[in-house]
């Protein structure tokens, strides 16, 4: 008898055990230390305030595993690994840095589990074996918004500096494919690295070609050291860039040379000042409440809400793949990556997303809004 | 180019070349009394910059949990030496010297804070947290192995500016500071415009040489410094202890990238990797100077300096490749002119 009840019990455990199992799992990698981690910390936060936001579809509960890579590609390719090997989860969620979520993006591939980049990816997935999608706007996409804006105000000719890197060449790339277009010219390409001391040299020789406007192919703090080298100067045209230098510590550090710059950015950027009929407002704000819950701390970066769009773009897919699979099988796997490709209209705080397959970014110029630096504050400029 | 511009260059050249200089001097400094070629020296200035920034900020900077940190370690590795040498005797002193010393610096440090000190205050108080590091990691790091081939040091040294930098993020974050500037000064000079900061830099590279110079001269710990470059043993039997010459080398060079890092932290925005870079181009200059002299260093790093601003308007992106390929037609040629040596022959 007492047998019959332990094996009962066994039983029962092992049923509720499967119950569980039955969960939604969700493998979050983001860097929370190394050199990415000034956007992992970010992303991290932005997805505990989706977690906040919704934690349930169709009522079935979330599980979410988070680990850290370090910024270090191997590292996310061993955690993509271990997510999916050991913990079965039926998505991913990563990462901080581009080279480590390619690197996710091979292993989900291979293994076929469906994948969320809150990253940028470049380049064109194989459409019939297509296991992953990117949140983010593409950096083409964040130049061509500026490039027109500086045709809207009628700039001619334009000086070019960015990092001596791969985003240097994406912006100057950006900005030579709208070349031609109204008589825009780009007259210079200069370079500079990160922890250079000095762009003094490279200013001197924007300011010789005499530009209409600069634009700046930097990041976060140090996009601020061509600013401050033109402001020495007394460089008196526009300047232009991109998202990339939106951070608290840019403005700190640009001070009064920062003044006046325009950049393209995710709408969630400047929630409150959008009009009532944008897309992106009632969301954002919603987004800024859930943060400030799980966080305890008030949201002022773009990055966390690429997480936090990319939730709501796994939870509207998950929703629709219930309907014919069961979390933890591969049925329900490949059911969301179907229903993750076939996002139609989906609004979030950056953007309205339409994925399909044969694209890894889903989204258009609705994604962008300008914004101007005006006393310290970024400004809707609509 | 007009004339114009190159003057700017040229003054911009020289204003960083003077920042590589302080760090090119330290650099050979050390090398010269301890063999080792200090890589995390770049570290120990940009450091100093986020050391100074954090107080700047009225916030309790990383450093101070870094050198309690590493004295802990160094005060318990003396102990246990000494201990296993049966010198239970010395042991008061090592505890002052390697325990007590740099936790009264962070004491002051912590004290003072509360008072929201003037900027030369927190200047100082910066340089006096950064002073204990080196001397601390060279007790950690280098003592154990201080008679291994220079090869051998490099590699470590190498391996210890990674552990720094990985330090650094952990308790300076990964953002960029940008300090008050020291001056608000300017001046004309034949129709260029000069920023006080950058005549600062060039008169602080100036006196800290002429310093080091007058140190080096008439002073007998300077003499027991120099004799401990020239020949190790020689020095020993004279009585002079190369480890307490070490440590000595060690505090005067990081005074001078202290103050290097000070210097460039209102022209620059330092983040906790910045160091490797200035080290680096500071080694180049220190290389060109042959690693031994050290108004060589000195014109090697304002060659560095003029070269590096110049190729930044002429073709900015191959800025850097045009710096460090300086180094392969100076190492060609210091390799073919120099003699061999007393040092590699041992080896």
């Known amino acids: 008898m007492r047998k019959m009840l332990s094996l009962t019990a066994l039983i029962g455990g092992l049923v509720a055990a499967s119950t569980a199992q039955a969960d939604i799992t969700i493998g979050f990698v983001t860097s929370l230390s190394g050199p990415g981690s000034s956007i992992g910390i970010p992303y991290g936060r932005g997805i505990q305030a989706a977690m906040e936001y919704k934690n349930e579809v169709n009522g079935e509960k979330i599980k979410l595993i988070q680990l850290d890579d370090g910024s270090d590609p191997s590292a996310a390719t061993r955690n993509a690994r271990k997510l999916i090997e050991e913990e079965k989860v039926d998505l991913l969620i990563g990462t901080a840095t581009a080279p480590s979520t390619i690197a996710m993006l091979a292993v989900a591939t291979e293994l076929k589990v469906p994948m969320i980049a809150v990253s940028p990816v470049i380049g064109q997935p194989n459409p019939t074996d297509q296991w992953g999608i990117s949140v983010p706007q593409p950096a083409s996409l964040l130049v061509k918004v500026v490039a027109d804006r500086m045709k809207r105000d009628a700039m001619k000719n334009i000086g070019y500096i960015g990092y001596s890197d791969a985003w240097g060449d994406l912006v100057y790339n950006g900005a030579k494919a709208v070349e031609g277009e109204d008589g825009i010219k780009v007259l210079t390409n200069e370079r500079y690295a990160r922890v250079d001391t000095s762009v003094t040299g490279q200013i001197l020789k924007i300011l010789a070609a005499r530009p209409d406007a600069v634009l700046i192919g930097g990041s976060g703090t140090q996009g601020a050291l061509p600013l401050l080298a033109l402001g020495e100067r007394g460089f008196k045209g526009k300047t232009y860039g991109t998202v990339a230098l939106v951070n608290p510590d840019f403005v700190r550090v640009g001070g009064k040379a920062a003044e006046g710059i325009q950049v393209s950015a995710g709408p969630v950027i400047v929630a409150e000042q959008l009009p009532d009929s944008h897309f992106a407002k009632k969301l954002a704000l919603e987004f800024r409440a859930a943060y400030q819950k799980a966080n305890n701390l008030p949201s002022t970066d773009g990055f966390s809400a690429y997480s936090f769009d990319g939730w709501m773009i796994f939870t509207s897919a998950a929703a629709r793949a219930l309907k014919t699979a069961k979390p933890g099988t591969i049925e329900f796997r490949k059911a969301l990556r179907d229903e993750i490709l076939n996002t139609k209209e989906l609004s979030g705080v950056h953007a309205v997303y339409n994925f399909k397959p044969g694209a890894y970014h889903g989204v258009d110029e609705r994604a962008l809004v300008i914004v101007r630096l005006v006393n310290g504050a970024w400004t809707y400029q609509p | ?347």
């Open chain 2, 1 to 347: 180019m007009t004339a114009d511009i190159a003057a700017i260059l040229a003054i911009d050249g020289i204003a960083t070349g003077a920042v590589y200089a302080l760090v090119a001097i330290g650099t050979v400094l050390i090398f010269t009394v301890t063999r080792v070629i200090f890589i995390p020296f770049g570290d120990i200035a940009a450091f100093t910059a986020l050391t100074l920034a954090a107080l700047d900020a009225r916030q309790l900077p990383g450093t101070v949990g870094l050198v309690v940190v590493l004295a802990c370690m160094a005060c318990l590795m003396e102990v246990v030496s000494l201990a296993r040498a049966g010198e239970l005797r010395a042991v008061p002193k090592a505890v002052l010297f390697y325990l007590v010393l740099p936790l009264i610096v962070v004491g002051t440090v912590w004290l003072t804070m509360r008072f929201t000190p003037p900027m030369p205050v927190r200047i100082v108080l910066a340089l006096l947290l950064i002073l204990p590091i080196s001397p601390l990691l060279d007790r950690i790091v280098f003592r154990p192995i201080a008679d291994a081939s220079v090869l051998l040091l490099l590699t470590v040294s190498v391996a210890l500016h990674f552990a720094l930098v990985g330090l650094g993020l952990l308790f300076f974050g990964p953002e960029g500071v940008r300090t008050e500037p020291l001056t608000s000064m300017a001046m004309e000079i034949a129709g260029v415009h000069v920023s006080g900061q950058t005549v600062l830099i060039l008169a602080a590279a100036l006196v800290f040489s002429g310093l080091l110079f007058l140190f080096f001269d008439f002073t007998l710990i300077g003499k027991a410094l120099r004799a401990t470059a020239l020949n190790r043993t020689g020095a020993r039997l004279m009585g002079i202890r190369p480890a307490r010459a070490g440590t000595i080398a060690y505090l005067l060079g990081s005074l001078m990238a202290g103050v290097s890092g000070i210097l460039i932290a209102p022209v620059n925005t330092i983040f906790y990797d910045s160091g490797f870079l200035l080290g680096l181009k500071a080694f180049v200059g220190a290389i060109v100077g042959g690693m031994t002299s050290y108004p060589g260093a000195a014109l090697g790093a304002f060659g560095v300096g003029l070269l590096e601003s110049f190729a930044s308007f002429q073709s900015s992106t191959l800025k850097d490749v045009i710096v460090f390929s300086l180094l392969i037609p100076v190492l060609l040629w210091r390799s073919l002119a120099s003699q061999h040596s007393e040092e590699e022959v041992e080896e």
